[in-house]
């Protein structure tokens, strides 16, 4: 099945910071989605973009899927940014795989 | 609109100890989900289902069962719960298949002593 790999595995960042973590994907894929897991462990659904670019206030994401990866730009980072950042993706007909995840640490 | 509920939120038993995980949606979807997702870890697939009366194994199966009388219901359960079954479980859906948007539910965080 599909592999699904992130980086960083962890990122520090100083309130205000711009950072962009990355997810690339091992096969071609028609369900790409980035989730933020908060402190309290609960899954936020981000994006669902298998391809192009979304913004969604400070967040925005680009697939690229001919080049099999997908950025997730953080502008302007809060300390409630802070979290795991997950990426996952599905192939076609087969399941939806999760990466390792991005820990991100937004200090005050 | 409740999305993907999941009971309990917490939950502790003893080894060898049976129970059910419950997870219902209100969407209508006709693909459902179970992960695990461990400490450190990306969430990891149990079972999954792409409508009632149909179900699948997914990557760490063992050790659970399913089933899916209807549409909004996919309980998950535990015979014989072991040490290694401490994790916590996520039930999603979506409207069909792993290509559509998957919703999660909030999660059970579940302790096998």
């Known amino acids: 099945g599909i592999q699904v790999e992130q980086s960083p595995p962890d990122l520090i960042l100083q309130e205000g910071a711009n950072s962009t973590l990355r997810c690339n994907f091992s096969d071609s894929v028609n369900n790409l989605q980035w989730f933020h897991q908060n402190p309290w462990g609960q899954l936020i659904n981000l994006f669902y973009?298998?391809?192009g670019t979304k913004q969604n206030g400070r967040l925005s994401a680009t697939t690229v899927a001919t080049e099999r990866y997908s950025l997730l730009y953080i502008s302007s980072s809060q300390t409630t940014d802070s979290g795991v950042y997950f990426c996952a993706a599905a192939n076609y007909g087969q399941n939806f795989v999760f990466g390792p995840g991005t820990r991100l640490s937004v200090l005050p | 609109n409740a999305g993907v509920t999941q009971t309990p939120k917490f939950q502790v038993l003893k080894t060898g100890q049976s129970m059910t995980l419950q997870c219902a949606q209100d969407m209508n979807h006709e693909y459902m989900s179970w992960y695990r997702q461990d400490p450190g870890m990306g969430l990891r697939l149990i079972h999954y289902s792409v409508g009632a009366g149909i179900t699948d194994q997914g990557e760490v199966p063992n050790g659970y069962n399913v089933s899916r009388s209807t549409t909004e219901d996919f309980p998950l359960r535990l015979l014989s719960a072991a040490p290694s079954q401490t994790s916590v479980y996520f039930c999603?859906?979506?409207?069909?298949?792993?290509?559509?948007?998957?919703?999660f539910g909030a999660g059970t965080r579940l302790s096998v002593l």
């Open positions: 999603a859906s979506s409207p069909r298949g792993a290509g559509n948007i998957q919703y």
């Open positions: 973009i298998p391809s």
